[in-house]
């Protein structure tokens, strides 16, 4: 069974932003955001998570992108 995402045209005010965002890099707005949008606040955290990793000089950039892309290939992931 899946999990339905939430229509983006009915979303709540807090995660619009996201889904624009997810837009201007995609496309669309992505499944896994669509569905985490059920839990705003699980949703926003998640993002703000990913913008620390993306932020974080701990790893080299390029070394950080080449995992991303790895894992992109490992999951069967379009893009």
Not at 11 to 23: E, R, W
Request: overall charge positive.
């Amino acid at each position: 069974m899946r999990i339905k995402g939430i229509d983006p045209q009915h979303a709540p005010d807090n995660v619009k932003t996201a889904f624009q965002k997810s837009v201007e890099l995609f496309g669309r707005v992505i499944t896994p955001n669509l569905v985490m949008a059920h839990r705003p606040e699980i949703f926003l955290a998640s993002g703000r998570l990913s913008q620390a990793v993306a932020a974080s000089t701990v790893v080299d950039g390029r070394l950080k992108t080449l995992a991303f892309v790895r894992t992109a290939q490992m999951i069967g992931c379009p893009f």
